[in-house]
Nanobody, 124 residues
């Protein structure tokens, strides 16, 4: 079973930036469309961004368009999320997962299990 390990979160002031990483243990990672999700306290987990297995196409939730950039390095089995112009409403635990892009923007995760996530806290 693939393991996903998210890292890079932290405390940042509004307007600041963070870069998240997600390392996958599966050697077939390069065949997967991958995405980022987030869950704020008291809210359901929501889709944030996704990237096709080729890296050629990217997809974003409206709330992060123009501020976040998703990328991947298939040689390192890693997907990244560059988060700029952070807002207090971006505060959440961020997770990565394989995604099904057929229902974008209602993008769903494919793997039933999740990593531990990485906490992002934006202070205003």
């Amino acid at each position: 079973q693939v393991q996903l390990v998210e890292s890079g979160g932290g405390l940042v002031q509004a307007g600041g930036s963070l870069r998240l990483s997600c390392a996958a243990s599966d050697i077939t990672f390069s065949n997967y469309n991958m995405g980022w999700f987030r869950q704020a306290p008291g809210k359901e987990r929501e889709f944030v961004a996704a990237i096709a297995w080729t890296g050629g196409s990217t997809y974003y939730a409206d709330s992060v368009k123009g501020r976040f950039i998703i990328s991947r390095d298939n040689a390192k089995n890693t997907v990244y999320l560059q988060m700029n112009s952070l807002k207090s409403e971006d505060t959440a635990v961020y997770y990565c997962n394989r995604v099904d892009l057929s229902n974008y923007p209602q993008t769903k995760a494919v793997f039933g299990s999740w990593g531990q996530g990485t906490q992002v806290t934006v202070s205003s």
